[in-house]
C-alpha cells in the first residue's frame, strides 16, 4: 500500500486494530451461539463479550507470542486469554483459524467495496452535472484520434456516466461475491461446530453463509472480487486518458485545475501538466495488477493451503485503497477541471468543414450517385482540403461530379451542426432518464 | 486457437462464413428499418433479402478487394454489391463499420456463451451424479496437502458443483454484460442514421440496444467478459488439480479414465498418467491470458480507436473455443474418472488415527483441561505417531494428563468416522436442495 | 494465431510438416551417435536416414494413430516405421518423448527468433535513416502531452534507436535462453541414453546441452524467452504510440502512408487514421499476454507435468509468428511515414515562446536572482500566455523583475533554437557512433 | 510492501531517508561537476557538501511543502535550501526532477538487486551443500505425479542449482539494465546541462551514462528488470511447489523444519504444515504481478508522461522487498529441511518394480522382438501390478513372450537401482564442475 494513495478511511479497515477487532466479534458471537446452543456456559459468552468489547489488542504482544508459534490466530486467542481470563478457553470451540480469517476478510472487502461505491457515486454525480452543462456544448468527435464528425461534450460525458454506472453494478456485485461467512471447522465438515453457530455469526456481520466452504471460503470469489475491481480500474482510466489528450497543448479542449502555488516542472516555469488524470493511468494498471494473482489464487491444494494467504495480505489492502483513492481523486477532477469551449469550436474547424463529409456523401448517394462514386468524389476533394489546399465547401462547389447532383445551397444546408445534434436529447434520455 | 482444442461447433461461430452471414443479416435488418422508415425503398431491403439471404459469400474475393481499400467491411460491402446488385447501394446507409462489427461481435460472444452454459451444465451434471453417488464414501480431507480430517467424497464433489454454479451464474452475467447492439453511425450520434434502426436490429439479432456507443461498443462490456472466462477457467484449473493430486502414486484416491489402447509414455510402458487434468491446467492459463489485454482494450482514445481490434480477433475465439473445449472435456472426465473408495479407507488410516487430533483436545477441554494444556498433551502424543513410534489412540491411553480426563472407552468413543460426517446432509441441502 | 497478422516464413516454422520434419532429424541423429556408440547397427542408422529424409510425413494418418494411442510421439513414431520400415524399432532408443518435443521447441523457437532479429534490423535501419535525414529537424520536446522544451526529430528517433538495439540484445539473449537440447531419457538420468547422444544431437540441431533436464528442459528457461517477447512487443507500442499522437489532427507532424485506393472509413470519405500503429498498438497486447503463463508453466510438478503443453501450443506460435509480424509492420511505418515540418514548426510556436522558460529562468538566476523569484517570475509570466493574453518574450521585457535583470537584447538572445540542438550531435555519437 | 515479508536490510533501501540522501548525493554530485565546469562557483559545491552531507531530512517538511507546490522534487530542494543556505540555489541547475528521480530509482534498485544476488547466493550454497549430501539417495522420480523410474534426490536438488545459477545471471543482466544515470535536462536535449555533468554523476552513483534519455530512462529497461524478478520468483515456486509435493502425508520423502513451540493448527494439534513453502508460493505471485504493469509503463507518451510514477511508487519497493525476503526463506527452508531416504525408498517401492518397466521393453527389443509388441508385452504385465495382483517381475518372468526372450536371471539384472544411478557423476560434474 502506497501511503501517498491511501485515504485514512480506507486504510483503517486494513489496520491491524480493526483485523483484532473483527476477530474478535467473530469469535463471541461464536460464542454467543455455542452458548444458546448449551455447547459453552452462557456466563462464558457473557463475559468474553464484557472484557473484550472495547478491548485494545496489542499488536506487539500478539507479535511476539507468534513468534513462538508461528500462526497469527492461535497467538491471538493467547492473547485473548491475557485479557478475558480463563474463559476465553471456550472461544474457537470446534473452529478453524480460517473460520476467523476468510469471514474477517470478507467483512473487511465488504467494508472497503462500501467506500468505493461511495466513491463511485461521486463521480457519477460530477460527470452528471458537468454533463447536463456541457449538453449542447458542440465539439468534435475523433476516431483514430482524427477528427470525425461533430459531438457535443455532455455526449461524451454522458457516455462515461453510463460506464460508471456499469462500474457501480460490478462492484455491488462484486460485494456480493466475497460477503460471505463460514464458520464450519476443520475441512468445513461441520463436526465440531453446529452449523446454526456460522448462521448466527453471518446474521451478525452482515453477510451471508456460504453454502460449501472447504475449511476455506472457494477463492473463485476472490477471483471475481478484484477482476471486477480491474474492469472498475480500466475504467478509470479510460477517462484519465480521455482528459489527457484534451489537455495536450495542440487540442488543450479541457484542462485539470492549476492550483496557486502549484509547480508544473522544477525546470521549466511554463508547465501545467495532467498529473493527476496521469497518476490515475497509472494507479488502474497497479488495481489491475492484482486480478491474476487472484486468479491463481483459486486452485488451492484439496480442501485448503495457505498459498493464498500472502497475495491477499498484498492485494487485499492495495487494491482497495487505491482504487478507493483513484475514484475519489477522478471525482474531484470531473468536478473541477476546466471546459474550453472556445478551443473545442475552433478545433472543430480545424480541417475546414472535413468533418461533414459523410453526410455530403449520402447526400450524393440520395441524387442517385452510387456509393463507390460518391465516396470516391468526396474522398477526392477531401485530399485537396487534408493537403491544405483550401476549404471543403469550396471545392466541393467546384466539382463536376458533386455540383451536377447538389446545388450550392444544398451543399450549404449540409454542412449544420444541428444535424449531428438533433438525437443528444434521445441519449441522455437513455443515460440519465426523463430529468436530462 | 489450437485446433486440437476446439470443437467443431465452437469454432464455427468463428468462421468467415458464419460472420459474414451474420454482417449481412445486421445490414439487412437495418435495411429493413429503414424501408420502413422510408430512408430508403422498401423494394430495396426486399431485393437485399431475397439475393443475400442464403448467398455464400466469397472470403477470396473480399480480401482480395480487401488488399486494395485497407478496410474490411467495405470489402465486404462491395461483394455484397458484386451478389445483390444496384440496391447494395441502399446498405449501410448512415451506419459505420464498427455499428456492423461491434454488434456481430455480440452476437458471436453470446453464441459462445450459450455453448459454454451448455458445458457448465454438463460439468454441473457429472458432478452431482457423481457427488450424490459417493455422499458417504469416507476420505480424508486435506489442509496444506497434510492429513486433517475425514470428510465425505461426495462431499469434496458438493462443494466444486456450488463453485460451478456460480461459474454459470458468472457465464449469464458476462452474457448479459456483451449481449448489446450498437447501430449509432460516425462517433455514435444518431447524426445519419435513426436510433429506431438501432432497435429493430437489437430485437432481430438477440440483443439489448447499447445506451450511449461511442462509434464502438465501450469495451468495460468486453473486459467483465472475459474476466468472467478467466475466473471461469480458474475454477476448472482448481477440479483439475484436485483430480491431479488424487491420482498421484502415492494416493491414488481416483484416476482418470485410461483406454485401451492408450499409452501412457513412449519409453515408460508402465505409465497412466492424468494427461486430461494437466491439460485441463493449461487451458485454464490460455485462458486467463485474455483477461489482462481484455483490460487494456478499455482505454480506446476519444470516441474510438482500432488498438482493440488485433486483441479481439485472438482472444475472442480463442477464449471461448478453448474453454468450451476444457468444459466438455472436464464434464468427461468427472462423468468417468475411476473413485477408490478402498485406497481412501487405506490412506485415511495413514496417520495412525492423527486424524481424530482435534475431537481428542476438545473432549479434553470440557474436562477442565485448558485448551492450552489439552493442545500440547494432543500435539505431544502425535509427534510421536509423526515419528511412527505407534499409533496414536494407544499414546492416548498412555498419557497421564490424556488418561486423568478420558477414561478409555471415552477416548475410543472420539474414533468415530460418523462423527465427521453428521452434516453431510445438512451442506447437501445447502447445495441440492431437498432432492439430496 | 491469427493469419492476418502471420508471414508465411514465421508461420512455417510452426506447420505440422516443418514439426515432423525435425522431430525425424532429432531421432535420425540420436539414431546416428547410437550406432557409433554401437548401441544399434550402423546400417540401420543410415537406412533411417535413406528413407526419412525427404519423407513427407502424412499429419492425417498421425493423427489417426494418436486417436488410439493418445499419444503424440508415439503415433509419429508408429508412422515412420511404416515409411522407414523395420529399422524404425532402433529409433528412440531410452529417449522419451520430451526429449523429441522439447530439443524441437528449442529449434522452432530459435529460428523464429532469427526471423525477429532480423525483423529488429530493419526497424533499426529505417529508425537509423530517417533519424540521420531530420537530424536537425527542430520540433517541441513534449512532456506530460504539453510542450516542453525544442529537440529535434532525429533526436526522438535516435531514443527509439537505442531501445531498439536493446530489444535486439534481449532477442539475442532470449534465443541463448532457449537453444538447449536435451536427449537425457526418462526423468533425465540418461539410464537408457548415454549423454554422447544428447551432445551429438545438440551439435547437428545448431544447440547447446542442456546442463540438467528432468525430462523436460526447464521452463524458467522459456519463461525468460516470452518475457523478453513481451518487453519487445512494448517498445513497439511506444513507438506506435508515438507515431499515432503525432498524426492526430491538431498535430499533424508525421502521419502513416495512405495508399491510393485505401478508404479510412465506410462512413467518413475524408478520414487518414493511423490504422497501422494502431494496430501495433493491439498487437503488442497479444504479444504481452503470453508473458503470465509461460510465467505459470514454470512451476511443473516433480520432474515434470505436461501442463505446460497446451500453453506452448498457443503462445510458441502465436508470440513469434504476431512479434515477427509486427516488427515487420513497424520497419514498414519507419520506412515510408510522411514527416511535416512545417506543422512542427507551427506547433512550436504555438506557445507563444513558452518553450524558452527555462533559459530564462536561468538566466535570472544567474544574475543573482534567487531561484525561487526567478521561478515566480517567469511563471507569472507564462500563465498570462496560457491565458492567451500575448506573446512571451513581450511580457518579459515589460516585467519589472526580469528587466532589472536582463536587456532586452540579452532577453532576445535566449529565445534561440540553437542553444537547444548544440548537443544532439554528442547524443547521435553515442547512439551510432562517429559515423552519425 | 507488507512488513511480514520485509527484512530490514531491503526495506531501508527504500525508505524517505535514503531517498532524500541520494537525492542530494545526486545533486551534489552535479554541483561538483558543474563547479569544475565553471558554471557554478566551486565554492557553492562545497558548502553544499559541508552542510548538506550529514543532514537529516525532514519528511514532514517537505511533504509539507509539496502540499503547495504539488512536486515532490521542488519540496525537497525548498527544503535544501532552508539547511543549506543560499548556496542550494546552484543546484538543480539546468537540471529536471526526472534526472534525480529516475537516477535514484537506478541506485535504489542497484542496490536492492545486490541484495537479491546475496540471497540467490544463499540459495546456491544450500543447494549444493544438500545435493552432495544425497547425491546417490536414491528416490522416485515422477512425471505427472506418476512414478516414472528411479532418480536420486541430489540429482533432483542439482537441477535447481542450475536452474537458480540462471536467475543469477538473470538477476545481474538485469542490474545492469537498469544501472544507468540520466543527468539531461529538460527533454534530453542537454541544453541547460553538459553532458559532462552526467558522465560525473554517474561515476560517482556507480551507474553507466543512459545514452539517450528523453527526460526519463526509457521504461523498456524496468520491464526487462521487472520481468526477470518475475522469472526468479517463478522458479522459487518450483522450488517451494517440489517441497509441498514431498511433504503430502502420502509421500513424506520430506518436511520443512518445525520448530518447538510451533503449531500447525489452531484446530488440529497433530498438524505439520509446509507453510513456509505454500508462503512462498504466493510471494511468487505477487511478485510476478508487477511485471505485467511495468510493461505497461512502457509506452509513456512522447517525451515522458508521468503515468509511470504510481505504478513504479508501488512495484519498486514490493518486488525487490518481497523476492528479498522469499530467497532469504527459502535459502532457510533448502538448509534445513528434513530429508528422508526411508520413505524414498519405500515410496520408490510402491509400484511393485513397474519402474523398470522402461529397461525391459528395451531389452526386449535387443532380443528382436519389435518395439510395439514389447511395448505390449510390458504394458500388460503392468496393468496387472496397478491391479494390485502382484509384483512386476513375478509377472513377467511367467509371461510367455517375455520369458521365451529373456532368461529370470537376465531379468532380474534389470531390476538394477545402480543402472539409473551411473550417469549421475556425469550431470553433478556439468553443474558443479570437477569439484562435485
Known amino acids: ?76 486467542l493467547t492473547h485473548v486469554s491475557e485479557i478475558v481470563g480463563p474463559e476465553a478457553r471456550f472461544l474457537h470451540q470446534g473452529m478453524t483459524s480460517s473460520d476467523v480469517l476468510d469471514t474477517c476478510f470478507a467483512v473487511q472487502l465488504s467494508r472497503a467495496t462500501d467506500l468505493l461505491l461511495d466513491g463511485v457515486d461521486l463521480v457519477l454525480a460530477a460527470l452528471k452535472r458537468r454533463a447536463l ?16 464528425e461533430p459531438i ?10 453510463a460506464e460508471f ?15 460471505t461467512c463460514a464458520i464450519s471447522g476443520a475441512v468445513g465438515t461441520f463436526a465440531n461446530v453446529d452449523p446454526r453457530v456460522e448462521q448466527h455469526v453471518a446474521d451478525k456481520m452482515g453477510l451471508a453463509v456460504e453454502p460449501v466452504s472447504t475449511q476455506v471460503i472457494p477463492r473463485d470469489r476472490h477471483a471475481a472480487y478484484f477482476a471486477a475491481l480491474g474492469v472498475v480500474a480500466s475504467s478509470i482510466e479510460r477517462l484519465a486518458t480521455e482528459i489527457r489528450h484534451l489537455q495536450r497543448t495542440e487540442v488543450l479542449e479541457a484542462e485539470e ?101 459523410q453526410r455530403v456523401m449520402l447526400a450524393l448517394t440520395h441524387k442517385d450517385v452510387s456509393r463507390e462514386d460518391a465516396y470516391a468524389a468526396v474522398q477526392g476533394n477531401a485530399m485537396k482540403v487534408w493537403r491544405g489546399e483550401g ?12 455540383s451536377k447532383a447538389l446545388t450550392d445551397a444544398e451543399l450549404e444546408d449540409l454542412f449544420d451542426l444541428g444535424y449531428h445534434t438533433k438525437n443528444v436529447d434521445v441519449i441522455f434520455k437513455r443515460v440519465f432518464g426523463e430529468q436530462a
Request: proline share 4%; net charge neutral; aromatic share 10%.
Open 133 to 148: 452543462e456541457h449538453k449542447f456544448t458542440v465539439c468534435v468527435g475523433r476516431s483514430h484520434g482524427i477528427h470525425a
Open 152 to 161: 457535443t461534450f455532455g455526449l461524451k460525458l454522458a457516455g462515461y456516466y
Open 165 to 179: 454506472q456499469r462500474a457501480k453494478e460490478r462492484l455491488a456485485m462484486a460485494k456480493f461475491e466475497i460477503a
Open 257 to 357: 485545475p492549476f492550483d496557486p502555488g502549484q509547480k508544473g516542472s522544477s525546470a521549466m516555469p511554463h508547465k501545467r501538466n495532467p498529473i493527476l488524470t496521469e497518476n490515475l493511468t497509472g494507479l488502474a494498471r497497479l488495481v489491475r495488477s492484482a486480478v491474476v494473482p487472484a486468479m491463481e489464487n483459486v486452485a488451492l491444494w484439496h480442501e485448503r493451503d495457505i498459498s493464498h494467504s500472502s497475495v491477499e495480505r498484498g492485494i487485499g489492502p492495495d487494491s482497495t485503497i487505491h482504487l478507493d483513492f483513484a475514484l475519489r481523486r477522478l471525482a474531484g477532477v470531473i468536478e473541477r477541471f476546466n471546459i474550453y469551449p472556445d478551443n473545442m469550436a475552433k478545433n472543430l474547424d480545424k480541417l475546414g468543414g472535413l468533418v461533414f463529409s
Open 1 to 76: 500500500m502506497i501511503s501517498r494513495y491511501a485515504r485514512p478511511e480506507a486504510a483503517a479497515i486494513w489496520s491491524s486494530q480493526t483485523k483484532y477487532k473483527i476477530w474478535f466479534e467473530i469469535e463471541a458471537h461464536a460464542a454467543d451461539a455455542m452458548a444458546e446452543l448449551g455447547v459453552i456456559p452462557k456466563l462464558a459468552a457473557e463475559t468474553i463479550w464484557e472484557k473484550g468489547r472495547d478491548a485494545v489488542w496489542d499488536s506487539d504482544r500478539i507479535d511476539e507470542i507468534e513468534r513462538v508459534t508461528k500462526h497469527d490466530v492461535i497467538a491471538f
Open 391 to 402: 476549404r471543403f465547401l469550396d471545392f466541393l462547389k467546384a466539382d463536376p461530379v458533386v
